[in-house]
């Protein structure tokens, strides 16, 4: 899992968006650590984790985590779905989706969250595929004189 949170990492570094995303967001080094609360499988978790394989090589995966809200609801949070690319357009994704979604609500959440970088049709596409819609616009602006990361991709019009 962590070889290809890396790989999914260094996909978004070329999206627009996916720099500041890589900052503020994405999950850190080291992603083994950061994997290990999702992976542990307690009973009680609020953090679960699902692989997806083709002939038992894992070629994806998916963690997610329920988040307690201020007004005492369930919120489930797709934190990492990713599947090589060679193995996309197979179903996958969708066999990870499928059992996240059943946890979520099998815990009581009244929706779930995921996030999808602009740009990136594919992703949104497949979380539409699921049900979700966009319900919260992130705008950002740069100022570049205060920020040395050339990053082209962050700078292309919407």
């Known amino acids: 899992m962590a070889e290809l949170a890396r790989t999914a990492l260094g996909e978004l570094s070329g999206e627009r968006g996916g720099v500041v995303f890589?900052?503020?967001e994405a999950r850190r080094e080291p992603i083994e650590v950061s994997l290990k609360a999702a992976v542990a499988d307690e009973p009680d978790s609020v953090h679960r984790a699902w692989v997806g394989?083709?002939?038992d090589v894992v070629?994806?995966?998916l963690v997610a985590r329920v988040e307690d809200l201020a007004d005492g609801r369930r919120l489930g949070v797709v934190e990492d779905v990713f599947v090589e690319e060679q193995a996309r357009?197979?179903?996958i994704g969708e066999a990870l989706m499928d059992p996240a979604i059943g946890w979520f609500?099998?815990?009581g959440c009244f929706g779930a969250d995921a996030v999808a970088l602009p740009g990136m049709r594919a992703t949104?596409?497949?979380f539409e595929t699921f049900?979700?819609?966009a319900r919260l616009l992130v705008v950002h602006r740069r100022f570049h004189a205060f920020d040395p990361?050339?990053?082209d991709a962050d700078d292309a019009p919407a």
């Open 59 to 61: 070629v994806g995966y």
């Open 22 to 24: 890589l900052g503020r």
């Open 89 to 91: 357009g197979i179903g």
């Open 131 to 133: 049900g979700f819609t």
């Open 124 to 126: 949104k596409n497949f």
């Open 105 to 107: 609500v099998s815990l």
């Open 149 to 151: 990361v050339d990053a």
């Open 53 to 55: 394989t083709v002939d």
